[in-house]
C-alpha cells in the first residue's frame, strides 16, 4: 500500500492511500467520518486499485477554518486524481459521497468510468430523514459520557436496529478504530455547510454514465425514497435494495455490497451494463 499527501489549488492537504491494481476505484467518505469507514471494503485491492483519500475536514487531511463548498470538494479530488495521473476512474461516493461524486461526474463527466451511489441523495430537495435520526444527529453528547460511547450512541441510527443490536462487539470495535482519528466539531460543521447548500435535483437528467444506486431499506439517516427518485431520473442508472440494512450498509452487508461494486465495473468495463427502472432487492 501506497499512502501520501497531495497539496490542492487552494493549499489544503489531502491524505490518500492508494492499494492494488487494476481499474482505479476512488473511495469517497461521508460527512465527518474518516478513512475508518471503508474497513470492510480494504478487500477489494485484490480486484481493483483503490483509493482511499481524506476529505477536508476529517482524518489525516487538513482542516481550513472556513465553510466548505461542494466545488471545494472536486477540487480536491480532481487535484487528487491529477497528482495520481489517473485519467478516468470508478467513483464509489456514500452519503455525502455520493453528492461529490455526482457531482463530481457533471463537472468531469469524461473522467468517471462509473458511478456507485450508496445511501445518499440530491441534497436540498431531497425527502428528509427520520426524525429519530434528526434528534440523534443534533444533539449534544450526553453529559459524564466518554468518547466512545458518545461515538456509539451517534452510530445508533447508522445501522439497522437488528444489526446495532446483534453485533455490539463489532460496534464497538468501529468506535474504537474512529477513537483513533480526531473529530474537529467544527470541522464536521464546515462539511455540512457544503451538504447544506447543494442542490442538484434538476441535473440529475444530465448523468448519462452507467451509475449503480444503492440503499438500505432501514437507512434512518437518508430516506430510501430518495434512491427511487434518483433511479427515476438518472437515464443510465439501476437500483439496489439491501433488505434490512441501514446506513452503513457498506459494513452491514459487505460481502454483498463489494460484490455488487465488482460485478458493475465488469458488467461497465465489458460493455454490458444495462439500466433499469425495477428496483432489485436482495
Do not use: C
Amino acid at each position: 500500500m501506497k499512502s501520501g499527501y497531495v497539496v490542492t489549488r487552494d493549499g489544503t492537504s489531502i491524505y490518500y492511500e492508494i492499494d492494488g491494481e487494476g481499474e482505479p476505484l476512488v473511495l469517497i467518505e461521508g460527512l465527518g467520518y474518516a478513512s475508518w469507514m471503508w474497513i470492510k471494503q480494504r478487500p477489494l485491492a485484490n480486484n481493483v486499485k483503490l483509493i482511499i483519500y481524506d476529505n477536508r475536514g476529517v482524518g489525516l487531511s487538513s482542516k481550513p477554518d472556513r465553510p466548505y463548498t461542494m466545488d471545494d470538494f472536486i477540487n480536491d479530488l480532481e487535484d487528487l486524481l491529477n497528482y495520481l495521473s489517473i485519467n478516468r476512474a470508478f467513483l464509489w461516493g456514500v452519503s455525502m459521497g455520493g453528492m461529490i461524486a455526482m457531482y463530481f461526474a457533471y463537472r468531469n463527466p469524461g473522467k468517471v468510468k462509473g458511478l456507485i451511489l450508496g445511501e445518499t441523495n440530491f441534497g436540498i430537495k431531497s425527502l428528509p430523514p427520520s426524525k429519530e435520526a434528526l434528534e440523534v444527529l443534533m444533539q449534544p453528547p450526553r453529559p459524564g459520557i466518554d468518547r466512545k460511547q458518545a461515538l456509539i450512541d451517534r452510530m445508533r441510527v447508522a445501522f439497522s436496529r437488528n444489526y446495532f443490536g446483534a453485533h455490539k462487539d463489532e460496534i464497538e470495535r468501529i468506535a474504537e478504530i474512529r477513537m483513533k482519528f480526531e473529530e474537529d466539531p467544527k470541522a464536521y460543521n464546515n462539511q455540512l455547510a457544503a451538504v447544506l447548500t447543494f442542490d442538484f435535483r434538476d441535473k440529475l437528467p444530465s448523468i448519462t454514465i452507467p451509475t449503480l444506486i444503492v440503499t438500505g431499506d432501514e437507512d434512518y439517516v437518508v430516506n430510501p425514497q430518495n434512491s427511487y427518485i434518483m433511479n427515476q431520473l438518472i437515464p443510465n442508472s439501476r437500483l439496489v435494495i439491501l433488505r434490512g440494512a441501514g446506513h452503513l450498509a457498506i459494513i452491514e452487508r459487505d460481502d454483498d455490497y463489494n460484490r455488487l461494486v465488482l460485478n458493475f465495473i465488469s458488467e461497465v468495463i465489458n460493455d454490458a451494463f444495462k439500466p433499469s427502472k425495477e428496483p432489485m432487492v436482495i
